[in-house]
T-cell receptor, first 116, second 111 residues
């Protein structure tokens, strides 16, 4: 049981290049999230998904796109990378149960992205 | 608006108690969480508290919730060097799938 994994761990891009970050979870979780972490700003939600085939915008969605074609995978795409997207990106997942459950989020180890 | 605030840094001596504070804005949040992030790693849930509780204790950890002031604190007793990390508080407003995280408090434990 690997939990939440992220690929790649590190990446350096030039401005204007594109890339896709992959998040995979093996816990059969319904909900998945992409966050970015920047110094002094905590975690900010980029996009999230409440089930296969669904996506929704978070707090800072501009410049990013996502897809959830399979329940276990959540992809984050940067079509034209900008230096402002230099950050550490975290994926998280949780069960879809509600009604009193504390609904722990499980986090991946992160992807450190630098855009030059 | 939605904003969870924490102080950025805290330094304590090994063996002392650490208190990390957080203020949140959505008084209707059902659950409030503390996450720990060790260097180079993702976040791990440390503890949580349900909104109808004032206090929760779990071994060396004590969570205090003051709903009137929208204030949450995490006390770590007998702080060890292994407790050095960034601690995030987070809230989950009802009727939403989203979690709102604070800025994180970097705890440094001095030997």
């Amino acid at each position: 049981n690997a939990g939440v994994t992220q690929t790649p761990k590190f990446r350096v891009l030039k401005t204007g290049q594109s890339m896709t970050l992959l998040c995979a979870q093996d816990m059969n979780h319904e909900y998945m999230y992409w966050y970015r972490q920047d110094p002094g700003m905590g975690l900010r939600l980029i996009h999230y998904s409440v089930g296969e085939g669904t996506t929704a915008k978070g707090e800072v969605p501009d410049g990013y796109n996502v897809s959830r074609l399979k329940k276990q995978n959540f992809l984050l795409g940067l079509e034209s990378a900008a230096p402002s997207q230099t950050s550490v990106y975290f994926c998280a997942s949780r069960t879809g149960t509600s009604g009193g459950a504390y609904n722990e989020q499980f986090f991946g180890p992160g992807t450190r992205l630098t855009v030059l | 608006g939605e904003d969870v605030e924490q102080s950025l840094f805290l330094s304590v001596r090994e063996g002392d108690s650490s208190v990390i504070n957080c203020t949140y804005t959505d008084s209707s949040s059902t659950y409030l969480y503390w996450y720990k992030q060790e260097p180079g790693a993702g976040l791990q849930l440390l503890t949580y508290i349900f909104s109808n509780m004032d206090m929760k204790q779990d071994q060396r950890l004590t969570v205090l919730l003051n709903k009137k002031d929208k204030h949450l604190s995490l006390r770590i007793a007998d702080t060890q060097t292994g407790d050095s990390a960034i601690y995030f508080c987070a809230e989950r407003p009802p009727g939403t799938y989203k979690y709102i995280f604070g800025t994180g408090t970097r705890l440094k434990v001095l030997a």
